[in-house]
T-cell receptor, first 116, second 112 residues
Framework: EAGVAQSPRYKIIEKRQSVAFWCNPISGHATLYWYQQILGQGPKLLIQFQNNGVVDDSQLPKDRFSAERLKGVDSTLKIQPAKLEDSAVYLC??????????????FGPGTRLTVT | AQSVSQHNHHVILSEAASLELGCNYSYGGTVNLFWYVQYPGQHLQLLLKYFSGDPLVKGIKGFEAEFIKSKFSFNLRKPSVQWSDTAEYFCAVRTGFQKLVFGTGTRLLVSP
């Protein structure tokens, strides 16, 4: 079974530039998550989709971050404009469906973003 | 809001030593508890989980964790570590449909 795919794996941009990350979840997984992991910290949820609807985006900085999941499969996360503090690893995860918090999340390899 | 504390940020052990990594959470209600592991160069993956029932849960690769409700703790243990256990370990907590909240992680280095 193929895992969660993410691209690119690494990205270096200058502040105020824009960047986009792509995620392809495990086939059949209805729920998709984007996490931000800053060095020395645990992953922090940015946004959660159930099919193509947003379940939770309470921690997404909406003035600069946006995400979409068209057709309930692939997803893109965009930052525009980037700030230095956005340097982090962006993780995508997916799970079969919401099950009262018991569902196992499967993580992709992440995209390491460096903003200079 | 929920919070998760992992007090040991870095742990260094010799092979065959016993391991215990601490995890404490702040929420007083029903919780779902997880330990995730990230081996060097690999994805985060689930090590074990607790939802209800027997508070001692067993996971992959000989790991186990004990849920102690009165102490709000879910410590990870392994009787004898191997060099291949070198990794970063994350405790995570979720209540109902709320978001999964991770601790800051513990980097374990096992020397051969």
């Amino acid at each position: 079974e193929a895992g969660v795919a993410q691209s690119p794996r690494y990205k270096i941009i200058e502040k105020r530039q824009s960047v986009a990350f792509w995620c392809n979840p495990i086939s059949g997984h209805a729920t998709l998550y984007w996490y931000q992991q800053i060095l020395g910290q645990g992953p922090k949820l940015l946004i959660q989709f159930q099919n193509n609807g947003v379940v939770d985006d309470s921690q997404l900085p909406k003035d600069r971050f946006s995400a979409e999941r068209l057709k309930g499969v692939d997803s893109t996360l965009k930052i525009q404009p980037a700030k230095l503090e956005d340097s982090a690893v962006y993780l995508c995860a997916s799970s079969l469906e919401l099950d009262r918090g018991k569902e196992e999340q499967y993580f992709g390899p992440g995209t390491r973003l460096t903003v200079t | 809001a929920q919070s998760v504390s992992q007090h040991n940020h870095h742990v260094i052990l010799s092979e065959a030593a016993s391991l215990e990594l601490g995890c404490n959470y702040s929420y007083g209600g029903t919780v779902n508890l997880f330990w995730y592991v990230q081996y060097p160069g690999q994805h985060l993956q689930l090590l074990l989980k607790y939802f209800s029932g027997d508070p001692l849960v067993k996971g992959i690769k000989g790991f186990e964790a004990e849920f102690i409700k009165s102490k709000f703790s879910f410590n990870l243990r392994k009787p004898s570590v191997q060099w291949s256990d070198t990794a970063e370990y994350f405790c995570a907590v979720r209540t109902g449909f709320q978001k999964l909240v991770f601790g800051t992680g513990t980097r374990l280095l096992v020397s051969p």
